[in-house]
């Protein structure tokens, strides 16, 4: 069998080709995010659902359907292959018995962005990049310092001053360089376009560097395969630059191609806090694009993102999936946060909480009936924000 059927890249806006075996960002023809292309007939002609079985309990379990090509660089610290929790005190609460909470904190450097750090790294070694650089809201800053270090390169992460204190010391900790900007991730990315010109460093941010999309896809293999290829109904995902969502989307996708799903496929749900919420605004309105949103704020710091370079792959994969976009208070993910913890010993990151906390909404709405299968994503461990802790205590009665 192939090592990968990766084949080329092509424009998520213009649909223009691009060769895979050379240095991409965005689209040369209109700067859109590119997207990898897969040989999807041959792959499904000797590639099967049992094919996974009984492999390594990450996420290179799926190495046909990524984009890397040379196993001898990947660079791998065993990101992935989460698992799917129940969380019966808080589902009751919620009113949907079938909940389900993958759980993302697991990961290495405590959070998904492991997974997408993990491929652009392992890519970035096949080109021969030597030093990479990233504006980070939190965790996407710690978990590139960690691969970059595992895979010998240079790291120059750039975050908001008033970042999580562990979100910034983490760079340091793998050996990274992590400057302070004022403002939110966009002033952030500002400074290191002027600090990195004609440096060479290679710019990895969300969605602008193609690889990091198809690590995050694995979540959507990943959760087919541990509900035997019987999809969920509705995904509730915390979305920033909306790299999982618009990745699991894409994997749907690709999995339909292969035939290897009968269902429908999931409703996928955008979660925003009401104080940076311009993918909930731009779905209200119908458009196909957001709004820079002024003045964001948040204690869901990875949810900071006052405007998503893919914002259109996110709006798209929501209206073409008959999902929903909603806003929810830091003070109900706060309080989820502390249910959760009590009800049912989990340490949800707020990200994760304020997804959780939509569930309700939605439940009361009617958007979720009481018996549909529900994942919703802890995309971080709780315990990189344990400042919160003590803020969603609930009191005894
Ligand atoms: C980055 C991040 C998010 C947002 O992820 P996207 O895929 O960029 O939308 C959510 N939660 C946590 C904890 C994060 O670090």
């Given at each position: 069998m192939k090592h990968t059927y990766f084949t080329h890249l092509t424009c998520s806006l213009c649909a223009k080709h691009h060769a895979a075996d050379r240095v991409q960002t965005v689209c040369s023809a209109c700067g859109a995010t590119l997207l990898a292309g897969y040989d999807l007939d041959s792959a499904k002609k000797s590639l099967r659902r049992s094919s996974f079985d009984g492999r390594e309990g990450t996420m290179w379990r799926y190495r046909e359907l990524l984009p890397a090509r040379d196993p001898s660089l990947i660079v791998t610290l065993g990101e992935g292959w989460t698992p799917l929790l129940r969380a019966p005190v808080t589902a009751a609460a919620l009113g949907t018995p079938e909940l389900y909470v993958k759980e993302e904190g697991y990961n290495p450097t405590g959070s998904f962005k492991a997974r997408g750090i993990s491929m652009a790294v392992s890519l970035a070694r096949e080109f021969g990049i030597r030093e990479a650089c990233m504006p980070s809201a939190g965790n996407a800053g710690g978990a590139l310092a960690a691969y970059a270090a595992a895979g010998g390169i240079g790291a120059h992460v750039f975050v908001p001053a008033d970042t999580p204190r562990v979100n910034i010391d983490e760079v340091g900790f793998y050996g990274g360089e992590v400057t302070l900007v004022d403002g939110v991730i966009s002033d952030a990315a500002r400074v290191m376009n002027e600090a990195g010109r004609g440096t060479g460093w290679f710019d990895m941010s969300t969605m602008k560097e193609p690889y990091r999309l198809e690590g995050k896809k694995t979540m959507g293999y990943e959760i087919a395969e541990q509900f035997s290829w019987d999809l969920p109904d509705v995904i509730v995902y915390p979305t920033g630059g909306g790299t999982g969502l618009i990745g699991m989307w894409k994997a749907f996708g690709e999995m339909e191609r292969l035939g290897w799903l009968s269902g429908k496929k999931p409703r996928m749900v955008s979660v925003q806090m009401e104080g940076c919420a311009p993918i909930v605004r731009a779905f209200g309105e119908k458009a196909g694009k957001s709004e820079f949103w002024k003045d964001a704020r948040t204690v869901a710091s990875g949810l900071?993102?006052?405007?998503?370079?893919?914002d259109h792959l996110i709006l798209r994969a929501l209206y073409d999936s008959g999902g929903r976009a909603i806003a929810v208070s830091d003070a109900s993910a706060l309080a989820m946060m502390g249910e959760a913890a009590v009800g049912d010993g989990l340490c949800l990151c707020p990200e994760g909480a304020a997804a959780l906390a939509a569930v309700g909404e939605l439940r009361r709405t009617g958007?979720?009936?009481?018996d549909e299968k529900i994942v919703v994503f802890?995309?971080?461990?709780g315990y990189k924000y344990t400042e919160l802790f003590r803020g969603a205590v609930i009191p005894k009665n």
């Open positions: 900071r993102v006052p405007k998503a370079f893919a958007f979720i009936a009481g802890n995309t971080g461990s």
